[in-house]
């Protein structure tokens, strides 16, 4: 055994490790996430807010790849000569670049434009950076020359950076000090300069040839620099004593790139060999090697805040994700939380936040306590359910410690470890075959699963993951309880152990877990197959979502998604509660705050507000517990009362929710589907919207309410809705105050309609010339009002002088010209013998006794009518003046060729704005 200093700094307790832990490797998954095939690629660089990887092509092309589809998203023809050097300008949506025609481009990667070029250097351009703050770029070059550019200044060269004496290869900016950088030369050196002076502030010296590549440590306080050379050495150096503390080995031919990821504690080395080498940045121990048979390495891209490396090879590029993208944070019940920043622990508690208006998104400003540093990398930390321990893994190795005191209570080796419901019970997955039991800190039992161990997660049962099915245990007896055919990825038990969601890669299952069903089965050994207890799940719900990160809040399952939602799901309904703009992990629920909290891999935290009241209520809801939804439900807050009732009404108790609902709208649909006329017509009388009185007219016709809906018809202006109550119910005192109200209203149509049906057509031919629809009053008055011919065609006539004077002269009145009008006197016998007719409404009561139009002949009843006597004899009237029948009729010999009839107004019969039909409702 060997003995070592316990990881918090503060702390000088010491404890055992096996003497097999100190060999064990970093536990870094890596993951290739994108090849692309292409030329040489002598340069890349990510982009911080889109998922996009760009690559300079020796070819002289620059690609922009997005490496979540892996499509080809911008391609770009920069020059025939290779492309050495690009960045992105995220704040000014440039890509800028320097290949050997000695030029700098700048490009819009949005509309594609070239904004700038230049020439820069006078020899090839090797390597450009971007400050972060400032309007700068600086160049460097085979002319041994670094060189400042500022674009606020038209590009103006600021500043020339003299002192090396070959090719100056690379230039990397100081992340702790934007004023200061550094580059290496093929002059086997490493100069580090500040802006503002053109000297360097020192130099270092230590590689036997050219250096290729250098880079800044990240993380913590290490002044460190990194350099890859020619001599097929990789160095890190000290900068502020000046000195080399380590050399790496192990490349076969010279060292073309090098970095410090930001991330996690790996040194990433590339070579021309064709491989990438993975050292871990404490121990400086080989952790893996890394070939995609592209040939020879020649460029890489990280990114903060990501795990994700580009590289580029002879024959194309490849992005990998290397570890956990989730940040290693915990927080207990209580609000308390503990998180690892790189190897350092840290410490907040939210409880110091109890007097601050907290608002949703908006970062949490916390009191962050140092707890010292971490000789093996956290790469989880998880709280015990009671939270009085919390258990720090990585590097193979786990380590618990109580959470007030940090005293380390025990350790050993896992590739995974979970907690128990029960907060002093916990296992450990030691390789895909052996699983052990711990119940205080002592191994209790040990077990080999039947379908391997694959994962482990923990809970009210211990779920192991074999293949493509998983398997829940008893913690007591280790008996199987049930085997799930599912390929799960994560598992999260409710508080009370009722409900469990298993979520997978495309979609997550809620089941209900039946605690009596199995005990029944086990104490009477019925109903267990060789998949376990059948009875003991019961499915709830499948919902089409990915579940990143999540925890329960009763019956309430809070998540988010790869989608950046944060959402929560009870009795079937899913609830927006935010849209992120980045990935966030939640943290847990404080009851007392009444919000869920989150944080991201910068360790921002985040809150919600989710009412605690809401919750208890629905799961009383979903429990069919309504004596205690009763008693919660005055403690809802108000504005929350309308999200309460869409879930009632989710669940089927759209009565209870009309009666807790605040939103008037909703309110009033619920009314709707409930038929509910007085809370409806109560409510459209508070809305004053046109569209929920005509709702509340139909409803009240589908009740047979005809009064009501005549009201709320009239309420909504919906006048063809009112003429058909008032024709289908013969209400002709309703038909006549509706043609008067829709004529002033403009709705000619129905105006036109009600007044025809009144038998007022006197009216009706008011309203087509008052609407100018002479035509169509011409033709009205040639079927109903003869009498009002010559009236309307010389209104026409007067309408068409100034457009279409031969089309004018062409029209005959029939006082002028009876000729062409046959039997004109008996049309206008008929007008007057149908007028006293149509002045008396017949009772709708009558209608079947009335012969219909198509069955009478009107000449026939005014010749029998004029030798019948009569009290008044029908006399032959006109309103027209005698008619002088011409003895010649050249004055009608027009010519009406295609031009004139071409001129003739042959449009719709429509009265109104809207152009519809004239005998149809509005």
Known sequence: TSQRLSPWSTRSQLYVLPSCAAKMPLRLDVKRKLLARSDRVKCMDLHPKEPWMLACLYNGNVHIWNHDSQQLVKSFEITDLPVRAARFVVRKSWIVTGSDDMLIRVFNYNTMEKVHSFEAHTDYIRSIIVHPTHPYILTSSDDMLIKLWDWDKKWQCSQVFEGHSHYVMMIVLNPKDNNQFASCSLDRTIKVWQLGSPHPNFTLEGHDKGINCVDYFQGGDKPYLISGADDRLVKIWDYQNKSCVQSLEGHAQNVTVVAFHPELPIILSGSEDGTIRIWHANTYRLETTLNYGLERVWSLAYIRGSNDVALGYDEGSVIIKLGREEPALSMDSSGKIIWAKHSEIQQANLKNLADTDLKDGERLSLAVKDMGSCEIYPQTIRHNPNGRFVVVCGDGEYIIYTAMALRNKSFGSA?????????????????????????????????????????????????????????????????????????????????????????????????????????????????????????????????????????????????????????????????????????????????????????????????????????????????????????????????????????????????????????????????????????????????????????????????????????????????????????????????????????????????????FCLGKLEECLEILIRTNRLPEAAIFARTYLPSQISRVVELWKESLTQSSPKTAQSLADPSQYENLFPEIQKALMAEEYLKRERSTLRPAASYPLVQGNAERNIMEEVEGALATPQDTPLQQTTSSPPVQVQDQEDDLDLDLDDDLLDDLDTQGIDLDAEDEDLLQGD
Request: hydrophobic share 40%; net charge negative; glycine share 8%.
């Open 415 to 755: 590739q995974e470890f979970v907690w128990a419901a029960d907060s002093s019970e916990y296992a450990v997955r030691e390789s895909t075959s052996r699983v052990k039991i711990f119940k205080n800190f002592k191994e209790k039992k040990s077990f080999k699963p039947e379908f391997g161990a694959e994962g482990l997660f923990g809970g009210h049962l211990l779920g192991v993951r074999g293949g493509s099915s998983l398997s829940f245990y008893d913690w007591e007896s280790l008996e199987l309880i049930r085997r799930i055919e599912i390929a799960v990825k994560h598992v999260y038990w409710s508080d009370s152990g009722e409900l469990v969601c298993l979520a997978s890669e495309e979609s997550y299952f809620i089941l209900r877990y039946n605690a009596e069903a199995v005990a029944e089965a086990q104490a009477t050994n019925q109903g267990i197959d060789e998949d376990g207890i059948e009875a003991a799940f019961e499915v709830i719900g499948e919902i089409a979502d990915v579940v990143k990160t999540a925890t329960w809040v009763g019956d309430c399952f809070i998540y988010t998604t790869t989608v950046n939602r944060l959402n929560y799901y009870v009795g079937g309904e899913i609830v927006t509660i935010s849209h992120l703009d980045r990935p966030f992990y939640i943290l847990g629920y404080i009851p007392r705050d009444n919000r869920v909290y989150l944080g991201d891999k910068e360790l921002s935290v985040i809150s919600y507000s989710l009412q605690l009241s809401v919750l208890e209520y629905q799961t009383a809801i979903m429990r069919k517990d309504f004596d205690s939804a009763d008693k919660i439900l005055p403690t809802v807050p108000h504005n929350q009362r309308t999200r309460v009732a869409h879930f009632l009404e989710k669940q089927g108790f759209k009565q209870q929710a009309l009666a807790v609902s605040t939103d008037i709208d909703h309110k009033f649909e619920l009314a709707l589907q409930l038929k509910d006329l007085r809370t409806g017509y109560e409510l459209a009388k508070r809305a004053e919207s046109d569209r929920k009185w005509k709702q509340m007219g139909d409803l009240a016709i589908a009740k047979c309410q005809f009064g009501l809906a005549l009201e709320c018809l009239h309420h909504a202006k919906d006048y063809s809705g009112m003429m058909l109550l008032a024709t289908s119910a013969g209400d002709a005192d309703t038909l006549q105050k509706l043609a008067e109200l829709s004529s002033g209203e403009g709705q000619n149509n129905v105006a036109f309609t009600a007044n």
